[in-house]
């Protein structure tokens, strides 16, 4: 049973963040709102399209993980947002706090000693939480990576963040 507690553990720091990589708050940090919605040249994406992306499919993930009901959107499409920058003020903090949200929620399950990490889910075709996890975890550090890059090109990106 320690072993158990011990990769709970592991997996919910691998979830937040900021030992290998920058966490989720330090990337959006202080975030200037006129450089949300701005590509920098050569890059595919701005600031708002990888924070939607992130939230989408950390939320996707969280949901097939618990939910034999759910549908995930439709790829590609379905995981990136229609606009290049934020529709309105409040999206950004919106976004951020969704996202937050669903992580609070992603760690909890993980952390749940109730849940089993290797059992296949039910409604999946091989998927256990363990991977679910890995999988949310991998893809939100690739993007965060994104968003320290896009900020740097941006300059809006500031050393002690």
Not at 122 to 128: N, V
Not at 141 to 154: D, K, N, Q
């Amino acid at each position: 049973m320690q072993n158990d507690a011990i990769l709970r553990q592991q997996l919910v720091e691998l979830l937040k963040g900021g030992h290998a990589h920058t966490d989720f708050e330090k990337a959006m940090r202080d975030f200037p709102g006129e450089a949300r919605g701005k590509r920098p040249k050569g890059a595919a994406h701005s600031p708002w399209e990888v924070l939607e992306h992130l939230r989408i499919a950390q939320w996707d993930i969280l949901e097939f993980s618990r939910n034999p009901n759910h549908k995930s959107p439709e790829w590609p499409v379905g995981y990136w947002p229609t606009t290049q920058a934020p529709p309105d003020p409040k999206a950004w903090d919106k976004s951020v706090n969704a996202f937050c949200e669903d992580l609070k929620q992603l760690c909890e399950l993980v952390a749940n000693k109730s849940t089993d990490l290797f059992a296949k889910i039910p409604h999946g075709d091989g998927q256990t939480l363990l991977r679910e996890a890995l999988v949310a975890a991998d893809h939100n550090s690739y993007h965060l990576g994104e968003m320290v890059l896009l900020r740097r090109a941006l300059g809006v990106w500031h050393r002690d963040a």
